[in-house]
Structures are given as structure tokens and as C-alpha cells.
């Protein structure tokens, strides 16, 4: 919706109200005029329904107005007299237009003097629920959203299962752009598993002032931009989604708007500067391990790798234990059972669940195997265990190809040899050319809202000639820390400034396992209560944290007892 179409809508929301409430206003001792104008109107109903005038703020707060709407519909029809459950709900499900027959009836009666408690318990619940349901999703929507870090991409500097709380008011807030939406449900209602918003009306896009930039390598969570699916981790194509329905992404801001980002051999460089990353920043890489004698999967463990692949020979397979152990394996060798072979993650196959089967395992120690890890980690392994040698995969072969960004065949550049390619800044202008059109086609026809027309060389932009693009917001550049492990920038290019979401700060839960069932949940004590950032040991603030509610249970405790003392 533009302007225009705003402006009509609200006026028609206006003159809805008038209609649907000036006997009312003037049956409860007001002009009739009040309810006619827009805000003011507003104020005047709170003092009619005998209920505070900062409500009124409420009613202006996307996402809350909506919940807000209902409480005061029920709260306008009992101020004249209508406490019936079958009149609340009336009011409710016409939303609101049930205010309109009451405005019209002959026998209506303001109650000056009605009980603003309720006459019930569930009453009293209803109306705590409600209002705590409003307290939490403000907090969501504006402050503070939690998340769960379901997948490797930043590994090891992010977990599997580290549970964040994610600042939105760091960077400042976004006004949700999907108005009419489930509070504190992404794009899908969990159990009936369908779409939990409405595409229109569509809000224009408006961000609080926050107190910093994104700063170059900061972690960001921010909504995909290539988001073309209803659920997370379900593959589709052609779904059409709102900015702020689109998935959740977590990756750190390796370039910013302004830079110049190039990947050579593996390495991020800045602005033809080598990109130094924060101290807890931990870097993985795949590395192919060689030694004749074999590799030792216990040794690799104990030295910290745990990203790499395992073979097991069982020599006693059968139907029933092989469809046992499918949860723990990714793949099989082998063609007969007495040639069968099944290939696990690091973690193997659970020594109970073979024993229990009574199946002949053993695991083949071969002389070459790929791992994912941190060069902290290559050098210790180097060090302390013998082996031929270690070498960092790097891809560097570069032909033709669509896997990596900007998806043409005419560039070849991959995961670890890509670019120089400029990030685009707000009111920073391009040349157009079939050299750089394709880098950012995307920013121009779809964030930026363009009808492009090409002609050989020439670009005609919105029925306007033009050689030069001047871009109308800032853009960013997102990669994960496991990065041959990351879904990030290298494949689907840029993330819009109104594609951020916020800034994670803490960790206030890690669970090690979390994707192998609840009977595998392991606490990572270390981490949990800890800040994402920061220098030196990581801390946890767990026990401050105890402590804090110790002091205030003590607190509470006292004072109520001497509460009693004096009321006695």
C-alpha cells in the first residue's frame, strides 16, 4: 500500500468509528464531535471506558494495537451495560462492528459507576493472560527476541543449541511490516503447520533510532533475503514471503556497506586488506589428514576435531539392524553382507545399540581423511599426533558456473576464490553495463522496487534512460565461520539494511546434542548465562545470576513478613 491508499484507509477507519460510536460518546456525557477526531477521539474513549490514558500508545504499537483493538471493543460495550459472555464474543468476532448495533439501539445506559474488576476468577486470569501475552510480544517485537542456533554455520564460534537472546534495539527496532500476524509466531502456527500472517496489507518499511551501526564482523541475525520457502528446512520453490516472514538467518558481517570484498585462497579480504576477526571468532576450514598408518578417530577427538566422517565394516548386517542404526549413519559401502560398510559423523555408532543387536563392528582405519575444523585445532593435532601431512582444501580450479553468486555462468568464482566485488552503499552510485548488471540486478529490480528494461548495452529504469544507479539503501555481507559448512553471501549475495533483524548478545542456554533427541541433551555449563562477544576466557554469569535471585527471594521473604507483623 502506498501513501495515498494509508491515508484512505485510515480515514475510512475514522469514519467508521464515527459512525459506529457518536451517540455513544454523547449518551456518556461527551460531544459527539469528539468521536470524530482522529487520536483525540481516542483519549476521550479511555476516559468513557474509565481506563488509563497511556492505552492510547498501545493502539499506535504494530503487532499490539491489534490485540489491543479487542480489549477495548469488550471494554466500550460493558461501560454500557452489555457483560453478557455471549455479547463479549460478538464484539470480538465482528470485530468491533457489534459497537455500531449498540450505538443505534433505543435502550442503551452508560455506567458511570461500573466495577472495573471482574466477577469472575477466570475473569481476573483472562485479563492477566492478556495482558502478559501484550508485555511478552512487545518485549519480542522491539527489544528482545530469543533463538536457537540450529545449524553449523558458525561453528565453532556459535553451537548447535545455543539458545540467544537477540537484541532488536541495538541496531533499532523495525516496525513490523506485516501488521496482522500471530504474536510471537514467525511465518508458520506450530501443530496445524499453516501460514501465520496475512500478505496485505503490507506496513512501509520503518526502523526505530538505535545507538550503533553494524560494525564490521559483527554476528547479525537478519531475515534471508532468498527466501523463497513456507517452513524452514522444507525445500520449495516460488513462495512469495514479507521481508519479516522471511527465515532467520544468523551469519557474521564480514563486509559493510562501502567495502570491497575479495576471497583469495580461502582468506577474506577488506579493502585489499587481509579481514582480522574478534578473538572469539573461531575460523573452520576442511583439511584433508594423510598418514599410511592409518587415522585414528579417538585421536582426532581428543584433540577437538569432532566435524569429520567415520567407516565402520559389519560383518553380521541384517534387515531389522541396519534400519536400527539408520539414525546414525549418512551413508553405506559395500554390495554384499559380507563386503558392508556404513559411514557415520564423528560421534559413531552407539557401543550399547551394537551390543544389543550383537552385531561384529569394527572401525576401518583409513590413511586419508577430510576434516572440519580450526587452524588452533590443525596445529595441536600437528604437534601432538603423528601423521604425514595436513592440508587445507581450497577450491581452486575456477570455471563457469550458477552455484555461487551472482548465479550466471559467466563468472567463475567460488567458496574460496571470489570477487572483488563492491557492497553497495545507500546514495553510492554505479556505472550500468552488462559488467556490473548482473552483480546487482538483484538490488535493482527486487529490494529496490525497479522495472528494468535491457537492450544490448542500455538500461531503461522505471521509462528512464539511464547509465548510472544510485542505490537507495545500505547492503551487507554475510558469512559464516564454518565456511565450507555455510549456506551464506558466497551463494546468494547481499543482505539489505531493512533485512536486519538484530544483534545477538547472550547466550543464555547451550545444549550440546540438541539435534540427536532429548535423551542426548548435554548442558554446555561453560556457556550458558555467557555474553556472544568478548575477549579472553569465556565466562559464565550463571552464579551472578543466582545470586541476584537469591538476594531478591530473601527480600520478598522479608518484607512480608514484616507486612504481617504490622497488619497485626
Same mark, same amino acid.
Given at each position: 500500500?502506498?501513501?495515498?491508499?494509508w491515508?484512505?484507509?485510515?480515514?475510512?477507519?475514522?469514519?467508521?468509528?464515527?459512525i459506529?460510536?457518536?451517540?455513544?460518546y454523547s449518551?456518556?456525557g461527551?460531544?459527539?464531535?469528539?468521536?470524530?477526531?482522529?487520536?483525540?477521539?481516542a483519549?476521550?474513549l479511555?476516559s468513557i471506558?474509565?481506563r488509563?490514558?497511556?492505552?492510547?500508545i498501545? !493502539?499506535?504499537?504494530p503487532?499490539?494495537?491489534?490485540?489491543?483493538?479487542?480489549? &477495548?471493543?469488550?471494554?466500550t460495550?460493558?461501560s454500557?451495560?452489555?457483560?453478557?459472555?455471549?455479547?463479549t *464474543? !460478538?464484539?470480538i468476532?465482528?470485530?468491533?462492528?457489534?459497537? %455500531?448495533?449498540?450505538n443505534y439501539?433505543k435502550?442503551?445506559n452508560?455506567l458511570n459507576?461500573?466495577?472495573?474488576?471482574?466477577n469472575?476468577?477466570f475473569g481476573?486470569w483472562?485479563?492477566s !493472560?492478556m495482558f502478559a501475552?501484550?508485555?511478552?510480544?512487545?518485549v519480542?517485537?522491539y527489544f528482545i527476541?530469543?533463538?536457537i542456533i540450529p545449524?553449523? /554455520? *558458525?561453528?565453532?564460534?556459535l553451537?548447535?543449541?545455543?539458545?540467544?537472546f537477540?537484541?532488536?534495539?541495538?541496531y533499532?527496532?523495525?516496525i513490523p511490516?506485516?501488521?496482522?500476524?500471530m504474536?510471537m509466531?514467525h511465518?508458520t502456527?506450530?501443530l496445524i503447520?499453516?501460514?501465520?500472517?496475512?500478505?496485505k496489507p503490507?506496513?512501509?518499511f520503518l526502523?526505530?533510532?538505535?545507538?550503533?551501526?553494524?560494525k564490521?564482523?559483527?554476528i547479525?541475525?537478519f531475515?534471508w533475503p532468498?527466501?523463497t520457502?513456507?517452513?524452514?528446512?522444507?525445500r520449495e520453490?516460488g513462495?512469495?514471503?514479507?521481508i519479516?516472514?522471511?527465515?532467520?538467518?544468523v551469519?557474521?558481517?564480514?563486509?559493510? /556497506?562501502?567495502?570491497t !570484498?575479495?576471497?583469495?585462497?580461502g582468506?577474506?579480504?577488506i579493502n585489499?586488506?587481509?579481514?582480522i576477526l574478534?578473538e572469539?571468532?573461531?575460523?573452520?576450514?576442511t583439511y584433508?589428514?594423510?598418514?599410511?598408518?592409518g587415522i585414528?578417530?579417538?585421536? *582426532? %577427538?581428543?584433540n577437538g576435531?569432532?566435524?569429520?566422517e567415520?567407516i565402520?565394516?559389519?560383518e553380521?548386517?541384517?534387515?531389522?539392524?541396519?534400519?536400527?542404526l539408520?539414525p546414525?549413519i549418512?551413508?553405506?559401502?559395500g554390495n554384499t553382507?559380507?563386503?558392508? /560398510?556404513?559411514?557415520t559423523?564423528?560421534?559413531? %555408532?552407539?557401543?550399547?545399540?551394537?551390543?544389543s543387536?550383537?552385531?561384529k563392528?569394527?572401525?576401518?582405519?583409513t590413511k586419508?581423511?577430510?576434516?572440519n575444523t580450526t587452524?588452533?585445532n590443525v596445529l595441536?593435532f600437528q604437534e601432538?599426533e603423528?601423521?604425514?601431512? &595436513?592440508i587445507?582444501n581450497i577450491s581452486k580450479?575456477?570455471?563457469?558456473?550458477e552455484s555461487f553468486f551472482?548465479?550466471?555462468?559467466t563468472?567463475?568464482?567460488?567458496?574460496d576464490?571470489?570477487?572483488?566485488l563492491?557492497?553497495?552503499k545507500k546514495?553510492a552510485?554505479?556505472?550500468l553495463?552488462?559488467?556490473t548488471?548482473?552483480l546487482?540486478?538483484k538490488?535493482?529490480?527486487e529490494?529496490?522496487g525497479n522495472n528494468?528494461?535491457?537492450?544490448?548495452n542500455?538500461?531503461?529504469?522505471?521509462n528512464q534512460?539511464?547509465t /548510472?544507479?544510485?542505490?537507495?539503501q545500505n547492503?551487507? =555481507?554475510?558469512?559464516?565461520?564454518?565456511?565450507?559448512?555455510?549456506e551464506?553471501?558466497?551463494?546468494?549475495?547481499f543482505?539489505p539494511?531493512?533485512h536486519?533483524?538484530g544483534?545477538p548478545?547472550?547466550? =543464555?542456554m547451550?545444549?550440546?546434542?540438541?539435534n540427536?533427541?532429548?535423551k542426548?541433551?548435554?548442558i554446555r =555449563?561453560k556457556?550458558?548465562f555467557s555474553v556472544v562477544?568478548?575477549?579472553?576466557?569465556?565466562?559464565?554469569?550463571?552464579?551472578?545470576f *543466582?545470586l541476584i535471585i537469591g538476594? =531478591?527471594q530473601s527480600?520478598v521473604?522479608?518484607?512480608r513478613?514484616?507486612?504481617k507483623k504490622?497488619s497485626?
Open positions: 500500500m502506498n501513501f495515498n491508499e491515508l484512505i484507509f485510515i480515514l475510512s477507519i475514522q469514519l467508521i468509528h464515527f459506529g460510536t457518536w451517540r455513544l449518551i456518556a461527551r460531544k459527539s464531535w469528539e468521536s470524530a477526531i482522529p487520536i483525540y477521539n483519549f476521550v479511555m471506558i474509565k488509563p490514558k497511556w492505552w492510547v498501545l !493502539l499506535f504499537i503487532v499490539i494495537n491489534l490485540m489491543m483493538f479487542g480489549i &477495548i471493543w469488550v471494554e460495550i460493558r454500557f451495560g452489555k457483560n453478557s459472555t455471549k455479547e *464474543l !460478538l464484539a468476532f465482528s470485530l468491533g462492528f457489534y459497537i %455500531l448495533f449498540i439501539s435502550k442503551v452508560y459507576d461500573r466495577n472495573l474488576n471482574s469472575s476468577a481476573d483472562l485479563s !493472560l501475552i501484550i508485555a511478552a510480544t512487545l519480542h517485537t527476541q530469543p533463538f545449524t553449523g /554455520s *558458525l561453528e565453532k564460534s553451537l548447535i543449541g545455543d539458545f540467544l537477540v537484541s532488536k534495539f541495538h533499532g527496532a523495525r511490516t506485516t501488521p496482522f500476524a504474536p509466531v511465518d502456527l506450530p503447520k499453516t501460514r501465520s500472517y496475512f500478505k503490507q506496513l512501509p526502523r526505530l533510532p538505535g545507538f550503533q551501526k553494524i564490521r564482523n559483527d547479525v541475525v531475515n532468498a527466501d520457502v513456507r517452513q524452514f528446512f522444507v520453490k513462495v512469495r514471503k514479507p519479516d516472514k522471511k527465515s532467520n538467518y551469519k557474521r558481517c564480514v563486509g559493510i /556497506s562501502g567495502d !570484498l575479495e576471497i583469495r585462497d582468506i577474506t579480504y585489499n586488506s587481509e579481514n574478534p572469539w571468532a573461531k575460523i573452520q576450514h584433508t589428514v594423510y598418514n599410511n598408518e585414528s578417530s579417538r585421536k *582426532l %577427538l581428543k576435531i569432532t566435524d569429520f567415520r565402520y565394516r559389519i553380521n548386517i541384517t534387515q531389522s539392524s541396519y534400519k536400527a539408520i546414525y549418512i551413508g553405506r559401502q553382507v559380507e563386503n558392508f /560398510s556404513v559411514i559423523p564423528a560421534k559413531g %555408532l552407539p557401543v550399547k545399540l551394537v551390543r543387536l550383537g552385531l563392528v569394527s572401525e576401518l582405519m586419508k581423511k577430510v576434516i587452524f588452533g595441536k601432538l603423528k601423521h604425514d601431512s &595436513i587445507r580450479i575456477k570455471t563457469p558456473n551472482p548465479n550466471r555462468i563468472f567463475d568464482w567460488n567458496e576464490n571470489f570477487g572483488p563492491i557492497i553497495p546514495g552510485r554505479i556505472a553495463n552488462n559488467k548488471y548482473p546487482y540486478k538490488i535493482i529490480e529490494y529496490e528494468v528494461i535491457r537492450q544490448d542500455t538500461f531503461i529504469v522505471n534512460k539511464l /548510472s544507479y544510485t542505490f537507495k547492503y551487507y =555481507w554475510m558469512m559464516g565461520d564454518n565456511r565450507h559448512r555455510s551464506d553471501s558466497r551463494f546468494w549475495g543482505v539494511e531493512d536486519v533483524m544483534k548478545v547472550f547466550i =543464555w547451550s545444549i550440546d546434542g540438541f540427536d533427541g532429548f542426548n541433551w548435554k =555449563w556457556r550458558v562477544n568478548g575477549e579472553g576466557k569465556r565466562k559464565s554469569y550463571l552464579p551472578h *543466582l538476594l =531478591w527480600f521473604f522479608i518484607r513478613r514484616r507486612n504490622i497485626k
